[in-house]
T-cell receptor
């Protein structure tokens, strides 16, 4: 079956521009997560959705970052006024449920964002 | 969530067992040990997890010490495709399910 997909796979933008990164989770997975991974580092948690609502957005670095999941499936990570420090691979993961017990997170391939 | 300490890199000969250590001396009684790996240019992949007892699945074995302050991931017969960064994570099972990755161990399997 289809795994987690992310588009675009690569995005190059200029400092100050707005970008949107899309995540299509595995069908039926109610939990969705965004992570950011800088070169040589492990993934860093950004935000987690349970259904349509953001259950934990404590990892978002500042108010330039925002994510939505309006219908409880596809999610979009939005970054305003991009800065060079935002350059990283943005990973999305989904799992069957959350809040009780362990549920394996399935990761997508990531979107590589480069801010010039 | 408790912090983990892993060696930054390791080598292993192809066909031999790869033993990847993880120290989690501040682990709490309700925190699980999880292992994920990340092959170059891919997203992380779940390997195994455990609480107290040793665990084994088709990918690997997880050995947790009796005091739970450290653990070892064992890949019994390493192949070149096992070359990856391996992350040891400790986390309470009933929180928001996000993982706090460290920098992991970069395992290189040598032909």
């Amino acid at each position: 079956g289809a795994g987690v997909s992310q588009t675009p796979s690569n995005k190059v933008t200029e400092k100050g521009k707005y970008v949107e990164l899309r995540c299509d989770p595995i069908s039926g997975h109610t939990a969705l997560y965004w992570y950011r991974q800088s070169l040589g580092q492990g993934p860093e948690f950004l935000i987690y959705f349970q259904g349509t609502g953001a259950a934990d957005d404590s990892g978002l670095p500042n108010d330039r970052f925002f994510a939505v999941r309006p219908e409880g499936s596809v999610s979009t990570l939005k970054i305003q006024r991009t800065e060079r420090g935002d350059s990283a691979v943005y990973l999305c993961a989904s799992s069957l449920m959350s809040g009780g017990g362990y549920n394996e997170q399935f990761f997508g391939p990531g979107t590589r964002l480069t801010v010039l | 969530d408790a912090k983990t300490t892993q060696p930054p890199s390791m080598d292993c000969a192809e066909g031999r067992a790869a033993n990847l250590p993880c120290n989690h001396s501040t682990i709490s009684g309700n925190e699980y040990v999880y292992w994920y790996r990340q092959i170059h240019s891919q997203g992380p992949q779940y390997i195994i997890h455990g609480l107290k007892n040793n665990e084994t699945n088709e990918m690997a074995s997880l050995i947790i010490t009796e005091d739970r302050k450290s653990s070892t991931l064992i890949l019994p017969h390493a192949t070149l495709r096992d070359t990856a960064v391996y992350y040891c994570i400790v986390r309470v099972a009933y929180t928001g399910n996000q993982f706090y990755f460290g920098t992991g161990t970069s395992l290189t399997v040598i032909p």
